[in-house]
């Protein structure tokens, strides 16, 4: 009887994610939101310290070559 039941919640569950029922389907424009934002934080930190990011990851590299 057990192969029954699974089958019949694995159905249950797979007719609700067509209907569109399932609450753990997600936010698609939540989401969207999220990595539009993040793009956005990462480029208003981005572009004021651009140079000191480049001269501190340069130094990092240097160092790391060099043995220094």
Do not use: C, H, K, Q
């Amino acid at each position: 009887m057990r192969p029954f039941t699974y089958l019949t919640t694995a159905l249950a569950a797979l007719a609700a994610r067509v209907r569109g029922d399932d609450p753990e389907r997600g936010d698609v424009p939540g989401w969207v939101m999220i990595t539009v934002m993040t793009a956005a934080l990462v480029l208003a930190i981005l572009v004021p310290f651009r140079e000191a990011i480049v001269d501190a990851v340069t130094n990092a590299l240097t160092s790391v070559t060099t043995g220094g």
